[in-house]
């Protein structure tokens, strides 16, 4: 019983960082059809900007709880100026044609944000520790985790609750429902498809930089920190289905699950249950969990 | 007549200058080329990659200003001057392979000094032997290197791994500290593997009774710990053995801290002082660490590593920890070997083979202590060690490393002609410790 319950909760709170990021890949998926590669380096870019937001904070000898302030306020930051410089600066321009060479597009900048970020922040490590210890500890039968964990939780939560409710119960999400569907006939319909694109990659960046931001308080953030959530980030898409918010949810717990179960009981199939896991999906549904089949446009 | 001899006299004037010129320029373009591979981008370009780097331009302007303290106080590599290209480690090891070559065949290096990923130490040590050309392995620890294989061209300046584990679990029995059980953390490649074997080997015959429990095995890189600590902390032993670095360890640290791990268990990192000035306080007291060498903190007192810290110290804002160390060894031992070759064959630039003959079986001395090129056929050296406990000095506002214990090289490193695993296994005979 003990296990299963640090299971539930190691999973659940590595679901919910994965979550955070793997929605914006999802969503950028759906609606511009780019497998973002460069996602993970707007993660790190968030990282960093908080890290140095956080810093102003403590400078400035604010209370504690506003460096949770500042780490939102660094995500946003982040999505204002990179997403329409990304957006409108390159990926534009390459619409309409080959989904292989807008990954490599990605990747290419990637790379140079890896440099760039480099440039900016240096190669010496950050720590912003201090929103680490907020919200003190939690006992659980044996175990002592740190509070800040389970605000992971609920960020994920709210923020997912909040992206399905804007493109199922808002106007603004029909339109982007309606550009999924089918950009052509959005546009002849009037709607400005560019418009939704920006914005829609910007929402991608935006949750991209808030995982980066939220995960800063628990690590070093150093050149690097962009490569491995982006590989898990694919993988979660992968197993919900590309472009589906629920299948990023239910995704996220598979693997987080996975994963949490791999390291209690088989710990050196840690990276291997992931795997599985997606390939066995791939077997059984290679769309995806969450993904209908749709009939290919001629 | 008067303009052809004025017009010859010049002609033989200008010939003469060009020729003169020429041969300065010559003069002026001998330099020792050496080519520096390390991490300068990636997950290990902040803790090993970049100190290393700025360990060698640190070393190489004293070189070149014939600022070192003797016997390193010749100018340059016997008065030559030396040009150091720095390239990225980062990529992958084939990357590495085709990288190496082109330092060679290209960029016409005389040697190349490099490598903190064991797996590009593995991909790159045979393409240097079968090109003869010289190669250098400052810092990547796997011992399979010299052991699986022979090289006439190829050194490593460091010990291997094997030496921290060895240390690790002699620190613990020479402190008594009780172990009942212990648990390990330890990154899923040839380093993390290699340490948590060698670990485990020792503790077999230094603490035949205690029993290893959870062996956490993380993909490098991972970043988030929680579920690992999780289990680490649902079977408490009395000890966790860790040879995470970089980015992961202080992440470890970070998330471990907290939950208390530190108090449940006595934590012992094999390689964990580089963490230590950037991480300060968030250290828990009293963690047991290696360096990989006696460096940084622990390192021996001597004139040599006075200078080294306090000129590393002045150009990067702080002290150095273990890759500076590691690289700072390789440079000294690599100026020694060009000042000996060229010694020997009428102050010329060494060739490959000359360079190859004076390290082989060198000794010399680092900011580290003594550096012995003694295993591998005189390839592969050997060196002391130290272990110690941290505690954070609240005046200084840094950690301090106390309770130190060294180690001889001869305690802690296989004999010559011995695998690792096979010397360990046999109970460390020969193994020399007073």
Known sequence: MGLAVTILIDGLTYASWLFIVALGLTLVFGVLKILNIAHGSFYALGAYAAATFVGWVATMKWAPGWSLVAMLLAAIAIAVLIAPLTERGLLRFFYGHDEVLLVLVTYALFLCMEDITKLIWGANPYYVSEPYSLFGNVEIGNQIYVGYDFLLVVLA?????????????????????AVIHSPEIASSMGIQVSKVYMHAFGVGVFLAALGGAFTAPMISVQPGVSVGVIILSFAVVIIGGLGSIEGAAIGALIVGLARAFAVHVVPVAELFSIYVVMAFVLMVRPEGLFQRIQARKI | ??????????????????????????????????????????????SFGIPAVNGAKVLVDAFNKGQAPAPYNKKGFGGMPIEALYIDENGGATKQVQELRNLYDR???????????????LAVAPVAE???????????????????GKYNYVFRTAAHATMDNVALARYLKSRNVPVKSYNMINQDYAWGQDSRKDFMFSM???????????????????????????????????????????GDLQAFIMQSAPRGLFKRSQVVLS?????????????????????????????????????????????????PVQAPYRMAQALLGLKLAAEKAMAANGGKKPTAEQLAAALKNSEWDSPAGKIRMTLGGGNQAIQETAIGRTRWDAGKKMVMIEDIQRFPAECVN??????????LKAGFPG????
């Open chain 1, 157 to 177: 939560v709210v923020v997912g609750v909040a992206v399905w409710w804007a493109l199922n119960r808002t106007r603004q999400g029909k339109i982007v429902t």
């Open chain 2, 1 to 46: 007549m008067r303009n052809v001899s004025t017009r010859k006299n010049f002609r033989t004037l200008a010939l003469t200058t060009a020729l003169a010129s020429a041969s300065l320029l010559a003069g002026a373009q001998e330099t020792f080329k050496i080519g520096v591979v390390s991490f300068l981008s990636g997950q290990a370009a902040e």
């Open chain 2, 107 to 121: 960029e016409k290096v005389d040697a190349v000094v490099g490598y903190v990923g064991s797996g590009d130490c």
């Open chain 2, 130 to 148: 079968e090109m003869k050309k010289f190669l250098i392995l400052y810092d990547c620890g796997t011992p399979r290197i010299f052991e699986d």
């Open chain 2, 204 to 246: 077999e015959k230094l603490y035949p009774d205690a029993k290893p429990g959870e062996d956490q095995l993380p993909k490098f890189g991972a970043g988030q710990y929680g579920t690992e600590i999780s289990a680490l902390m649902a079977k408490p032993a009395d000890l966790v053995h860790s040879s995470l670095w970089g």
């Open chain 2, 271 to 319: 390689a964990g002082d580089h963490v230590l000035p950037s991480l300060g306080e968030k250290v828990p007291d009293g963690t047991i660490l290696g360096a990989r060498g006696a460096y940084g903190l622990m390192a021996p007192k001597s004139a040599l590593n006075d200078w080294w810290w306090e000129s590393y110290s002045k150009a990067n804002n702080v002290y």
């Open chain 2, 414 to 423: 296989p004999p010559a002609n011995m695998k690792s695993d096979d010397w």
């Open chain 2, 431 to 434: 193994a020399k410790c007073n």
